[in-house]
């Protein structure tokens, strides 16, 4: 079950431009019972150049094995950029968890449609937040087996 | 949470995971249907409504077993995911196949996880309830297909 068998970390990529849940997100993940490395990207041109390891800056870029998705993005939206992930052959078996402050139905249903593979409302409250980022560290580094790269 | 969102569809040909699943969802407190079907074909017929199953419920989510008998879990996978109506349904494949090689295949045809069955009783108990908790507290799901897709002759 356990997804780093041989030792090496996760490699989590996080895309979101509030920087407060950046700071959360990675506290959460740090305190993780699953060793993880999580690299951010702040719009959704980043997140894209950083899947491609288009230019310099992201030339040693890791492949992820999860990401997480947040779909109010400067540049290039969400729902936008996991669109183009799940429809490239090299990308589209990486999981992507959608965390977004909307509960519209209607981004939900776009998301799964998107071949999304889970969307999860962000709460605004610290606690609830951190107790969520911490449930989808359990479920997916520790219950689910991630693809390998 | 919505009363609806809580039909849950397990396509398993195993009477022992069938009754370990059902055994692990009744000890949560609330009340979740589970609807078994044993193989491809009667899964496919249940999720279109068709032939005996008219008037089956669109389930909010699915279980999937990979080794079915008359249609594999590969097809039944991809079969729901290229439908425009159910594609929307989180597919948690659940199995004993542990290659590497199939781990990728399951998540391009994107199957929401993937979930190898711990053959030890107590752990794969534990899984269910993992699986119960996440998807159904923790994760929204997809609002409900609205009446039925296919309308009677």
Redesign the interface.
């Known amino acids: 079950?356990n997804n780093n068998e041989i030792g090496n970390p996760i490699e989590i990529l996080l895309v979101e431009d509030n920087p407060g849940d950046v700071r959360l997100t990675r506290e959460a993940l740090r305190d993780g019972k699953v060793k993880n490395n999580l690299s951010v990207a702040k719009d959704g041109v980043e997140a894209l150049d950083f899947l491609h390891k288009k230019s310099k800056k992201y030339e040693n870029a890791p492949r992820p094995d999860l990401i997480l998705l947040d779909l109010n993005l400067p540049k290039k939206n969400g729902i936008e950029v996991l669109g183009e992930i799940?429809t490239d052959?090299e990308l589209?078996?990486?999981?992507v968890v959608i965390l977004t402050v909307s509960?519209a139905?209607e981004d939900?249903?776009k998301a799964?449609?998107l071949?999304a593979?889970?969307?999860?409302?962000k709460p605004v409250e610290l606690t609830a937040f951190l107790k969520?980022v911490k449930?989808?560290e359990?479920?997916?580094l520790t219950?689910?087996?991630?693809?390998?790269n | 949470m919505i009363e609806e969102h809580r039909k849950i569809l397990l396509i398993e040909d195993n009477p022992g995971y069938v009754l370990l699943t059902r055994e692990a969802l009744k000890e949560n407190k609330k009340n979740f249907d589970l609807y078994v079907v044993k193989d491809g074909i009667e899964a496919m017929s249940f999720l279109r409504q068709e032939n005996k199953y008219t008037d089956a419920p669109h389930p909010n989510l699915i279980l999937l077993d990979l080794y079915l008998p008359e249609k594999d879990g590969y097809e039944v996978l991809k079969e729901i995911k290229a439908d425009d109506e159910l594609k929307r349904i989180p597919v948690v494949v659940l199995t004993i196949s542990k290659f590497e090689e199939d781990i990728s295949k399951i998540y391009e045809l994107h199957a929401n996880c993937y979930i190898i069955k711990p053959i030890n009783l107590d752990q794969f108990i534990r899984v269910v309830k993992s699986i119960q908790d996440f998807w159904f507290t923790i994760a929204k799901l997809p609002p409900k297909i609205r009446g039925k897709r296919r309308s009677a002759k």
Do not use: G
Not at chain 1, 92 to 95: F, L, Q, R, V, Y
Not at chain 1, 117 to 121: E, G, L, Q, T
Not at chain 1, 143 to 148: A, D, E, G, S, W
């Open positions: 079950m799940k052959d589209k078996h990486i999981p509960k139905e939900i249903l799964y449609n071949y593979n889970c969307y999860i409302k969520v449930s989808v359990n479920f997916w219950i689910v087996k991630l693809p390998t």
